[in-house]
């Protein structure tokens, strides 16, 4: 390991492996066991638990640039905190804030920005974005290209499917700032098509199923299944499809 790429004052297990063209930049505490692949970056004041994973030029910690006008101007990142045995792989952007907790995945070139919280066990697939302050919990599965609005809460054993997305703003930017931006709520084990759409602040319910390329208008109630433009019920969650019965 090279003076050169870590801060005098970062702490770096002994058992922790820096590559020589990744950085560690001031007051990172870096866990034994993990790994900082080529061109790297961790921030100032990052702590990186045991046995993780940082790849290729992956940065953990950057603060936030945001547009004049953003919702999310002012207010304090806070510390970043990754857990034990996480892996950020290639390309991924962790912003300032977030926090990510044990066995968690980010996807080559995620982007997962400031104070979001994901839960352990939880994936978040390549090239997804979990906007600021989104709270995600244990063992959710995020597949590829994703997108996950703020004002979004993402309960545990969720499933995502590749290319849905959630939105929060009916105006489209077209009033004050004092109107609350309302993202998404998918309740337990909810699971998600890919490629469907998902209107301001609807509600999924536990188990309920939305199908493939749906647009979602109103909430979905408990194990139920909508498919379709707009989403319409079709069927209804057997019990054999629980989520206790595929862990
Ligand atoms: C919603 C879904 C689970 C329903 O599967 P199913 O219970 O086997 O439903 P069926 O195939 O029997 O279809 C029932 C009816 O709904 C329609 N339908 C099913 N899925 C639909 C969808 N996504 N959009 C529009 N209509 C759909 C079918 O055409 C059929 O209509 P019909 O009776 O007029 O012929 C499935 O179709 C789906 O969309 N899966 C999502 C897959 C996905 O995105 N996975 C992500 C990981 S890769």
Redesign the pocket.
Known sequence: MSDLNVASDAKVDAAATVAATAVVLSGAVIGPDTVIEPGAVIREGVTIGTGCLVGENAVVGREPRLAAHSRAQGRETGATVVGDGVSICAGAIVLAGAQLADGVVIGDQAHVRERAVIGAGSVVGRGTTIDNDVVVGSGVRI?TLVYITTGSVIEDDV?V??GAITTNDDSMGRHDGSVPLKGATLRRACRI????VLLPGVEIGEEA??????VVKHDVSPRT?V??VPARR??TVGDDELVENWR
């Not at 098509?193 to 469907?196: A, N």
């Open positions: 597949q499933f499917g590749p098509g890919g490629g469907s199923v939305v199908g493939g390329g749906a299944v498919v379709g079709i069927g």
